[in-house]
């Protein structure tokens, strides 16, 4: 039986402390959650994602208050109202679009840090698995938000990704038809894909925002050189006073102090973008309202999803859309066909740091020629890339399975 | 004792699955195209005053439909998914690309339609050029009545295509 003090004053720390474990909750989740100490700045970028996120969720909803889900009145809602009548609506619109675009690269950079230093191996499988599931359902609630404006762009994404999913020559019309609630994307589609930016995906995301934290706590965040430390130990070492030979450092306040340092730096440069550079996110043709009779001359995604549509974009149809969805589960299986034992830096495991950095290079030429109209010399180097790309991937057990132990540095 | 606990454990499961079934159905169903949006009618079009090699454009079920009476010099006049409408042969198909969706231009200099999405080509007949496209521009559902041509409504003419195998 739980012992409650009557003389406790209502809500102070004795009173809150029998009635909640506030003191457990704060070690537990800050004060004694150990972060190794050998990590760089690379390492901040999860608080700065769950930041962005943040300003996202806050952004949309001041945007929520004047939005308007009609094919007839989306466009005035967002290009009129909000941004030229509601007081400070442009600084909201121009946050979320903003952060929308830059979350994605942070994405990219957590990702390929993840990558580099071995950070989905050896215990730390679901961390890289709740991490792509997140990917996924942002790239969804990108995509379910770049639709709300109703423009020329909007219109027609929504058209070519709806109709992806008839999936080629099995031509599942009904399929399509029944995601848009239209033959073609109209009012139906309109708000269903507001309801999930606005409701369903968010609440997907937070789910496994925590679930992502979650698959953290047993394994603990990887370090520059992947050691393997005693996290017992070393926290103990820590609060005996030996700061200095202790290998870990609490996430509170110690941890943050760092991460809110980079995240300083990282808000200058965001906020100098909403305020100065805010036309890169916006792109020029969906500030045509949506015409079903016309298509743009060139329909291309936000930049974010230009290296997977360039591997969908060389081949035929059939071909291009397996190649297409290779691409977006196949990054999920990394812990999986990646057979090497060892968890170090890319540059310390011989063939993978190849490997790692052709990836790189690859992803971001395909996301060029992603951009670039596909004619003439753009085609083929559009089509290397993507076989690279594949390339890269069948060959992955094999170049991990070539690798020497490697040797643990001090 | 562990029968019985059994029992009520698979019957309360039995009884929630049902209930999740069927409000996954009902789920599925607002999510179909509603009533109106599929009764959304026909379009009848007078092709009386057609030019030769100039493309209209009208619109059924919300969808472009390309109508183009092809010029007797031109390569696909002898193509067969080409509609005889009053003694002209027209070219009626859905406007947009079989890859994936976008609206083709059609460029009467060179009698083709260029898609500016993957760079895919038909001819005046709809029949591809050049690929991604996997197939010819879709003929939709037609009924020729005089010089005037019903969109939705499947009449002989629509039929015989079928036969031939020109429409699916």
Redesign the interface.
Known sequence: MAHFDPNARPFSHKWMNERLAVDTLQKVLSTEYWIPKNINFLWAMGMILAATFGILLISGIFLLMYYIPDTKQAFDSVNYTVMSEVGYGWLWRHMHGVAASVVFLIIYIHMFTGIYYGSYKKGREMIWLSGMLLFVTFSAEAFSGYMLPWGQMSY?AG??IT??FSL??LDFQGLV????????P?Q?FLN?FFMLHVLLMPLIIMALIVLHFGTLRIPHVNNQDGEEIDFDAEAQKWKAGLRKESKVIPFNPVFLSKDVFVMSIYFIIYFYLVFYHFEFAMDPVNFDPAN????????YPEWYFLWSYEIL?P????P?LVAFGFAQVIFFLLPFLDRSPNVAPASRRKPFRCWFWILLVDMIVLTIMGKVP??GVYTTIGTVAAWVFILLWVTLPIVTKLEKPVRRSK | MSDRRDFFGKALGAFAGLGALGALYAAKRTWDPLPSVKAAGFTTVDLSKAEPNVLYTEMWRGKPIFILKVAKDDKAYSDKRLINVGGDKFFIAIGLCTHLGCIPAYFPDKHKFICACHGGQFDAAGEVLKSPPPSPLVIPPFKVDGKKVVLGEAGPEYKKLQEAGVVA
């Open positions: 027609w058209m070519v109709n992806l080629g020559s038809e029944w995601i848009r609630g239209d033959y073609v109209g139906a269903r079903p009779l016309k298509t743009p001359p060139h329909i974009r081949f035929p149809k059939d291009g596909p004619v």
